[in-house]
Structures are given as structure tokens and as C-alpha cells.
Nanobody, 116 residues
Framework: QVQLVESRGGLVQPGGSLRLSCAAS????????MGWYRQAPGKQREMVAV???????NYADSVKGRFTVSRDNAKNTVYLQMNSLKPEDTAVYYC??????????WGKGTLVTVSS
């Protein structure tokens, strides 16, 4: 089994920054992608940023230029640097790992609230 443990989110003022991390442990097959999704109240879960093991990155249009996803492959850890945060970024953020067997693993989620 694979466990994903996310760092704590928190309350951030608009325009502020926050960095999330997620460490994977357990029996990990070859990782295809690691990344982040989010779910705002009353909305469906959406992709935020995903990074392939080869280095390719994919971002939601709403976060391009503000968020950066990175990985430490040796530590099986993925990061999400969030800058210029907006109230509409408020959501529960979930870490995701997608492996070579096309299996998705999810963290428990961490709440990020952007408010003054």
C-alpha cells in the first residue's frame, strides 16, 4: 500500500504565499505522476498541478504563473509553491500519486483558506 502524507495547510491573506508538501511511503511502483488536486465547497475536485517523472508539468489555467509544482524523486515527495493567493484558491488540497499500473493514490487532504 501507498500512503501519502500532506503538510498542513492554513489561513493565508490574499496575495500571500504557502508551500505544501506531500511525502509518499509504502510499496511504491514506478511513479508516472505526482501532483495536486483541490476541491472547493460545492464544487468538484479539479486538477491543480501535476508533474511527470520525466519532468513535464501540467497546470490548471487558473493557477498558471502563480503556482509551481516540483518533485524530489529520491524522497518520493512533491511540493506545491503557491504565490499570489486569491480567495478563490480556498479549497481542500489533495496530493495524488499515479503509478505505472494506472492506480491513483490520494492523501487525506489539507485545507487552505485565503482570506483577510
Amino acid at each position: 500500500q501507498v500512503q501519502l502524507v500532506e503538510s498542513r495547510g492554513g489561513l493565508v491573506q490574499p496575495g500571500g504565499s504557502l508551500r505544501l508538501s506531500c511525502a509518499a511511503s509504502g510499496t511504491i511502483s514506478s511513479i508516472k505522476t505526482m501532483g495536486w488536486y483541490r476541491q472547493a465547497p460545492g464544487k468538484q475536485r479539479e486538477m491543480v498541478a501535476v508533474m511527470a517523472s520525466g519532468g513535464g508539468r501540467n497546470y490548471a489555467d487558473s493557477v498558471k504563473g502563480r503556482f509551481t509544482v516540483s518533485r524530489d524523486n529520491a524522497k518520493n515527495t512533491v511540493y506545491l509553491q503557491m504565490n499570489s493567493l486569491k480567495p478563490e484558491d480556498t479549497a481542500v488540497y489533495y496530493c495524488n500519486l499515479y503509478d505505472r499500473w494506472s492506480v491513483d493514490y490520494w492523501g487525506k487532504g489539507t485545507l487552505v483558506t485565503v482570506s483577510s
